[in-house]
């Protein structure tokens, strides 16, 4: 658990490993302090859950904005989210892996919609009624009674998603809607059309953000002076100047500002 000014405090929640193909963690944050804490949320091309306890949290992306109140699903997350913990409010999330929302939902992406609340997705009043049931919780009792909810609801895995998270290709170096067109003996106009249908984006899609994302572990975990160019040929970038196009795409910053705020940066995937 991270804490700031004392009161402020996150927490990332792994998951037992009946459900690892299905999270890839939980998230909580409880802002205790007398004053809004704002942070941003990287791109993660997955889709998150948010419940929301207390003052409503503010999310803000692409000129859209909204105010969770109760429950809401966003994704998959493609661009930078910027989001607000007013004084007193309390945050969980939830994290799905690979086709998981698919599997829960029946879709993968939210159409044009920024958000949506999950009932509307089901035509029912289950997640309002889940939402009360952990109001009054703590936040390891809470991931519990979501988990047991969300038994009955999965399906089990398609095949053709299956060959993609079977596959467990590197997108930046691999191609995987050839490899398993292949594999499985399909088109691959029909393998990329199953990739978004299971996930929610395109293989090309997913190949870039993979690049950017490598480039974020590697200087999280640098210290002292950055090569920029090395950082810029291990993750499979023709120069630095593509490097820093990616982190402007997919965080409105360049590498040098991202290294000045990554402590006010939260990444959603695992």
Known sequence: MEQENSIYTEQRITVPSEFTDVFTHFYM????????????????????????????????????SLEVHECVVLGPIKQPIEYTLPAGSD???????????YRFFGLAVLSDQ???????????????????????????????????????????????????????????????????AQKTGQSERNAQLNHKKYFGFTAKEKGRYEKFSKAIQLLQSTSGKVDWLQIAETCGYYDQSQLIRDFNHYLNLSPRRYIQFQKDICKAGG
Request: with cysteine.
């Open 29 to 64: 944050a409880q802002n205790a302090t007398a004053l809004d804490v704002t942070k941003v949320l990287i791109p993660s091309f997955q889709t998150i859950m948010v419940f929301g306890f207390g003052p409503s949290v503010s999310f803000k992306s692409c000129g859209n």
């Open 114 to 180: 920024i958000a949506a609340h999950p009932d509307e997705l089901l035509d029912e009043n289950c997640f309002s009624a889940l939402w009360l049931r952990l109001k009054n919780e703590p936040a390891a009792e809470r991931v519990k009674l979501i988990l047991d909810f969300c038994r009955p609801y999965l399906r089990p895995r398609h095949l053709s998603a299956s060959s993609f998270t079977e596959e467990n290709a590197d997108y930046a170096v691999v191609n995987p809607i050839k490899t398993v």
């Open 91 to 101: 945050l969980l999330v939830a994290n799905f892996k690979d086709d998981a929302f």
